[in-house]
């Protein structure tokens, strides 16, 4: 088990944006939140990273609930980045990694923190750009160095909220793969909140899909990429198509 969601609740006056949602993501795989637009996937992931507190229920890491754990011991584990990233300070790409480091260092690093700062910059292909300030990157590039960040961390846990927004299809792909490898070779869980189906569809293990602050349903991709399944959380009907093994969504066509 990796992390367990028992029965949150999270609403803003009358509004129940997550409702009694429980749910198990399981470790070492990429897990997509998938569902229209306000479904309570992005709410539901800052519950998760405790960046909010629910109105109820609880959530667990390795069995621990993370409401009897200090937040300096929860960034230990798990990672968050979220869609708002923007850091309003001129910052080279070793400066903003180096922010990963700040649970074990509070910002007095040692050679083992610049040890993780260093190996995160190589496995994002950062190495080149480590002394350009972010605002001079383009998208993708500047998304892999928050990523970068994310990854000095040192968590078995990585959660990212919306990691394509605003990226090419070109970095999408970068980005999706590089995920692949952090669950493949360094054996992390990534959740990812996606609004691309198909993205989901190609590079996840397990997909749960919400809808109006509901569950919907989870499962592996075989099982969530069917057309009857798709049509329940999106209100249109999604042809399926099979390309190079993957379930592709045809949703452009009527």
């Not at 602050?213 to 009857?228: N, P, R, T, Y």
Request: aromatic share 8%; charged share 20%.
């Amino acid at each position: 088990m990796a992390i367990e969601i028992k029965r949150i609740h999270k609403s803003y006056g009358s509004k129940k944006v997550v409702d009694d949602v429980s749910v198990t993501i399981p470790q070492g795989k990429i897990t997509s939140f998938i569902g229209p637009n306000g479904a309570g996937k992005s709410t539901l992931l800052a519950i998760i990273s405790r960046l909010l507190s629910a109105d109820g229920g609880e959530v667990f890491l390795n069995g621990q609930s993370l409401h009897n754990q200090k937040s300096a011991d929860i960034a230990k584990q798990l990672s968050i980045l979220k869609q708002s990233n923007h850091i309003n300070l001129r910052l080279t790409v070793e400066e903003l990694v180096a922010f990963g480091r700040f649970p074990y260092s509070k910002g007095n690093l040692t050679e083992n923190d610049r040890t993780f700062i260093d190996n995160a910059i190589d496995y994002m292909d950062l190495g080149e750009f480590r002394h350009q300030y972010i605002d001079n990157l383009s998208g993708g590039q500047r998304q892999r160095a928050y990523i970068a960040m994310t990854l000095a961390q040192d968590t078995d846990y990585i959660l990212l909220d919306e990691p394509l927004n605003n990226l090419d299809m070109k970095h999408s792909v970068q980005i999706m793969q590089v995920l692949r490898k952090l669950t493949t070779e360094l054996h992390k869980t990534v959740v990812i909140v996606i609004h691309d189906i198909n993205f989901a569809s190609c590079y996840s293990d397990y997909i749960i899909a919400m809808k109006n602050g509901k569950l919907v349903c989870q499962g592996e991709v075989d099982d969530i990429m069917q057309s009857a399944v798709l049509e329940q959380i999106y209100d249109m009907q999604i042809p399926i198509q099979e390309i190079n093994r993957h379930k592709i969504a045809v949703y452009f066509r009527h």
